[in-house]
């Protein structure tokens, strides 16, 4: 079966979404001279937008690649929380998965741009203090979604105020109790080893030397930092991804490291939603029992096509498909 074939089996696969909500807001202006209160531009907005973020795209691209979706997650009942489960609904995603609360605030983050430049990035995260009953309530209600889920996708962005250590152990536990099925992590850079014993890992390569404070990227030194990632954590797999070089499959029993050339031909539009989309169809491939380095592949694929897309493009199977068979040399 080649490549794109293995895309028809993602059809109906059921994959547990577990992470962070967010809104991404965009205001759209134009800068008007300098402010008279402080040397900064004075942008005049003209229209705003608002999408869904964190674990929203995901979930999107799960869904609009032939996936069935479940989500769990804590949102504020405020605009931004009310906002996300609307989208939610647009899309026909079950939200009972969804916990609303009135003590939090829904993260957000707010992208000001004018003259087609970023100003300015604002911000929020979730209240430093969500109760313990709340957290107690959204683990069971992770450990008690559809018995039928093939796959789990934990996607930690590193908001604040739920992603913590304690909140981290304990969910994978409670994963773990209830469903056998694959677990990939989008860990924060700052706690990977405490996704223990998971199928895959996945960390952006450039940020990954970073974090071991390796400044070259070599077979070598790409090696070293997977299996330092899989020495703490005791993750079968360790995936670090770069859309515009060399990305590394990295295996816990086996020194060998399987490199994968960049697939993207064309210049980038936009780098939004790579991420999301790549975890999406490592939930989806792995959900379907596809061999690991196809996943990779397949997510790749998925990476480069997103890359050259307008921000946010959701696609259907078959369009992947075909921008994998117009890059058949690199299958």
């Given at each position: 079966?080649?490549?794109?074939?293995?895309?028809?089996?993602?059809?109906?696969?059921k994959?547990?979404?577990?992470?962070?909500?967010?809104?991404?807001?965009?205001?759209?202006?134009?800068?008007?001279?300098?402010?008279?209160?402080?040397?900064?531009?004075?942008?005049?907005?003209e229209?705003?937008?608002?999408?869904?973020?964190?674990?929203?795209?995901?979930?999107?691209?799960?869904?609009?690649?032939?996936?069935?979706?479940?989500?769990?997650?804590?949102?504020g009942?405020d605009?931004?929380?009310?906002?996300?489960?609307?989208?939610?609904?647009?899309?026909?995603?079950?939200?009972?998965?969804?916990?609303?609360?009135?003590?939090?605030?829904?993260?957000?983050?707010?992208?000001?741009?004018?003259m087609?430049?970023?100003?300015?990035?604002?911000?929020?995260?979730?209240?430093?203090?969500?109760?313990?009953?709340?957290?107690?309530?959204?683990?069971?209600?992770?450990?008690?979604?559809?018995?039928?889920?093939?796959?789990?996708?934990?996607?930690?962005?590193?908001?604040?105020?739920?992603?913590?250590?304690?909140?981290?152990?304990?969910?994978?536990?409670?994963?773990?109790?209830?469903?056998?099925?694959?677990?990939?992590?989008?860990?924060?850079?700052?706690?990977?080893?405490?996704?223990?014993?998971?199928?895959?890992?996945?960390m952006?390569?450039?940020?990954?030397?970073?974090t071991?404070?390796?400044?070259?990227?070599?077979?070598?030194?790409?090696?070293?930092?997977?299996?330092?990632?899989?020495?703490?954590?005791?993750?079968?797999?360790?995936?670090?991804?770069?859309?515009?070089?060399?990305?590394?499959?990295?295996?816990?029993?086996?020194?060998?490291?399987?490199?994968?050339?960049?697939?993207?031909?064309?210049?980038?539009?936009?780098?939004?939603?790579?991420?999301?989309?790549?975890?999406?169809?490592?939930?989806?491939?792995?959900?379907?029992?596809?061999?690991?380095?196809?996943?990779?592949?397949?997510?790749?694929?998925?990476?480069?096509?997103?890359?050259?897309?307008p921000p946010?493009?959701?696609?259907?199977?078959?369009?992947?498909?075909?921008?994998?068979?117009?890059?058949?040399?690199?299958?």
């Amino acid at each position: 079966m080649s490549l794109a074939d293995e895309i028809s089996k993602w059809k109906d696969k059921k994959v547990l979404v577990v992470g962070e909500a967010l809104v991404d807001e965009y205001l759209y202006g134009r800068a008007e001279g300098i402010s008279p209160d402080a040397p900064v531009p004075n942008v005049k907005i003209e229209r705003t937008s608002a999408f869904l973020g964190g674990i929203g795209r995901v979930i999107k691209y799960v869904n609009s690649l032939g996936g069935i979706p479940e989500v769990c997650t804590i949102v504020g009942d405020d605009y931004q929380g009310n906002l996300f489960l609307k989208k939610m609904k647009e899309i026909k995603i079950d939200t009972s998965g969804v916990l609303k609360d009135k003590k939090i605030n829904t993260p957000q983050i707010t992208k000001i741009k004018a003259m087609n430049q970023h100003m300015l990035r604002l911000e929020t995260d979730y209240s430093s203090n969500i109760p313990e009953s709340l957290i107690e309530d959204f683990f069971e209600i992770v450990a008690n979604r559809s018995r039928d889920i093939e796959a789990i996708l934990v996607l930690d962005y590193g908001i604040g105020g739920l992603f913590n250590d304690l909140f981290i152990q304990t969910l994978l536990k409670k994963l773990k109790k209830s469903y056998n099925v694959p677990i990939i992590a989008r860990p924060n850079f700052s706690n990977y080893y405490i996704y223990e014993e998971i199928d895959l890992i996945k960390m952006n390569l450039q940020k990954a030397l970073e974090t071991f404070s390796i400044d070259t990227s070599t077979e070598t030194s790409v090696s070293i930092v997977g299996k330092k990632i899989i020495n703490s954590s005791k993750s079968k797999n360790v995936l670090l991804s770069y859309l515009e070089s060399d990305s590394y499959l990295i295996f816990k029993d086996s020194e060998r490291v399987e490199k994968f050339n960049p697939i993207l031909k064309s210049r980038v539009r936009s780098y939004v939603a790579v991420g999301s989309v790549i975890m999406a169809v490592l939930g989806l491939s792995f959900a379907s029992k596809i061999p690991v380095s196809e996943c990779i592949k397949l997510a790749l694929h998925s990476a480069a096509l997103t890359a050259s897309l307008p921000p946010v493009n959701f696609y259907n199977p078959e369009k992947l498909q075909n921008f994998i068979l117009s890059n058949k040399s690199q299958c």
